[in-house]
């Protein structure tokens, strides 16, 4: 194991999270060890997706991605999406279809969502299915996940096109 | 028949759904306290090893705090609890020197970081010395020295080991040789079913904290809070009230914690040695040598008259328990007993054999042997209606164990009558909804693609409830509180996995005191502050869990009734509650006398201010039944005869729950149940290299495969039927849901694809290559 230590700073939802790692630490790792909890550890391995961060406006697994290739770059995490008052719609699509239930996937589900939605706001549901696929949920059976992220769609678009 | 409800059968968000989505809700594995420690265990790379010596100088060097078998206390017992200690066999420590599974844990670190406790972790030198190790139950059984275990207790009774057999269990009622006499046709098969693995999302952790009394606080990730503190009690000689188990969200369970999974323990063991707080989250590889379904291997034999009436019934199983017993003989007793309830035999015969291999100990998941059974036993009514030329569904409506007869699905010894059924209402609906009278069937069939229309019915027991005391604990203790400002608080150490039990139990409470849902709170549990709790197992949490918050509240009512008379200078058995929607108060009002009226909030105040006291209650309640939740599955399959690849075009479920408490999150249980069931069907396995006695899947969960999203239906193919009946012995008339979700669902895909193709499958999975060979032998398999 090398035992170099490099100094980064990543902007995780807007704010400067510095620290030195090692070469191979996992961005996963960092930011659990930087409190960001809510980004899952269900394999480390890139099979299950609980880790799912945005980064640069793209899904991240950040098992698979080393804090250092982070490096000055912008990462969101699901708690960027809304606030305790006020949920993202993609949230409330996901609390009202009940598309939760143990919840610990929930993070990169929305994660992965909120990354589709933002670059194809009304994808079709075989569209959605191609883009939750590298995302497992062993609870829901998928039924009700597609369900919600289809409803925040259509909820988000309404609202755009209110304003 | 359905009442009407105020807030039953309606959908409300569930309370925990906005922590859960907006990322504020903590599992064990997020937990962190200053000067904590992480742990990492030192497992074996052998499947069958004894150890000759450890060396830690090194891992010390580093600075890391060490355990193994040379510090354990040594004592013998079961991780799983749930049986009483009569019916319980004892064959675990707390760290051995004799390893028994490739991944068994012979110690453990615990170091100033994780990169730190993994580098102690590799420094650790062990010398070893291999065992043959059994990687069949042939081989097992076979073997007559270097057995897996030489002695085991049952209680404290020492028992010698022979052959690997680590239990065994007979259970007849008639006579079958007089019985199979009788029978005009008989079916005999063998059928198997896969070691299929839990796969929860978060890998089984655990966090433990000394506090400065002496005692512990414990995070684990576990179905049972109050068995995980008997079991830390009495593994490290800590008295009760300095053991406090917390209940915390789980990343998932389907079963793998309804036993104490090691890493409690071990976390524990470093906590309680270095006196600092402890952190063990394992890898996903470290989880899936942790547990796994009991994979079931059994010949039915079956015996009916023309008329189609059952006659007869004989099961010989073997089950490949891996190393450890995690209460094999509980699982022997339920695969009778579920055989037993779901059509009626009165002549039948179950021999049961539970043999250790030097493989992943099996444990609960999702069904117990409900799906096991299940699948051969429908496979055989489909068999038998064939040769008896009867319709499928006919045969199972003449013989199915309903209404006013007595089941046993979890075993001999929980026997209870059933008092509503909706069975044949869901079987017709079913057929009907999905076309089963229409399907084409294989023989008119030509072409790559065939399609195929199956189905299969099954049921869970709500809980393990009965009117006697059997081998299984079953009671939950609720405490309910109303506050001073009518709102409600439920305090039990019951727990939900995700399927929404606490929130029924919220439910139930706003119901039975006309408050609404938003009024009624779950408080934060742990052991120290509530009474003993059985755990959320056996499809108990509605029926039994939200049952016990039903009968306490009913106390609790009680007692502010006693107050509000008095404050309103009547009689409490003329108080009315109602809840005004204008207002959003419930109200307390006289009969007859409209001026007398108050709120909750107004005389639980009042009471307060006067000194009465507060509206509590609290009570371990028992259920003395636990009604069968049946299920049924209908599922139309597209199979390509030319790569093997199932599709899974359409779904109908068939619930009867009861009164359904929550319609969505209801759904949401077949949804889930029906999707490991079809991947227990169609995929999941955990397979082993015989020479290094490793999984296959190297701990790789895109190689242990799951059905994924492409593999499930399109949300609109999943239709979900629930039939109108009402338990009277539930709370507001319901009935358990989760496992009964998963149950049939093996056993109707497998139907579905012999109705597509003509060929019959007996041993799950059925992956493509196996549809591809049974197409070339033009056979069933």
Redesign the interface.
Known sequence: ?ENQLYELTVYVNDKAVRGKV?AEKTLL?FL?EH?F??V??????G??G?CTVIMDGLAALSCSTTALQAEGRRVY???S????EK?HPL?EA?????A????????GF?MTAKALLDNNPMPS?NEI?DA??GN????????????AIEDAASAIEEVSREA | MKKEFQFLGKDFPRKEGRARANGFEKYPSDLYFDNMLYGRILRSPYPHARIKSIDFSEAEKLGAVCVSYEDAPGKRFNLRLVSVPKATYKDWQLFSDHMRQVGDFFGAVAAETEELAEQAARVVKVEWEILPAYMSMDAALAAKDNLIHDKVFLEDQEIKIKNNIACTREVVEGDIEAGFQEADVIVETEFETPRQYHCQLEPRSCVVRPEADGGITVWPTTQAVHNTRILIGSVFNLPLNKVNVVRITGGGHFGSGIHTNPVTLITTALALKSKRPVKIVQSREEDMYDHVRYPSKYVLKVGARKDGTLVAGHMRAYIDIGCHHIQALAYLGVMSGFWHSLYRMENMKYEGTAVYTNKVPTCAMQGYGAPQVTFGVEGTMDMLAEKLEIDPIQLRIKNYVGLGEVFWGQGPTVKSPIFSDGVVELLKKGAESIGYYKRPGSQKQTGRYRRGIGFARGFHTSGTGAPVPGEVKDYTTVQVKVNEDGTIDILTALMDHGGGTLDAAAKIVAEEFQVPFDKVGISPADTRSTGYDVCTHATRGVYCGAGAAHEVAKKTKDVLLEYAARYLDAYPDSLIFSYDEKSGQTRISVWGNPEKTTTIAAVAEHAMNKDWGTAIYSKSIRKVACPPAYTNYFVEVEVDTETGHVKILRVVAGSDAGTVINPILAKGQLHGGFYRGAGMALLENTSYDDKTGCLTNKGSMIDYKMLGIDEMPDPDDFEVIFADTYEPTGPMGAKGIGEAAFNPAPAAVTSAICDAIGIRFTKLPILPEDIMDALGEGHDK
Not at chain 1, 100 to 107: D, E, I, L
């Open positions: 194991m090692r790792d659990r409190n909890t809510e899952k550890k269900g394999c480390d391995n099979d299950c609980a995490t699901v708690k999406l809304g606030s305790w949920l949230q996901f609390v009202k279809h009940e939760v239930q143990c919840g610990f996937c929930s993070p929305l549901r299915r939750i696929s497992l949920c062993r609870c829901t059976g998928y039924v009700k996940i597609v369900d």
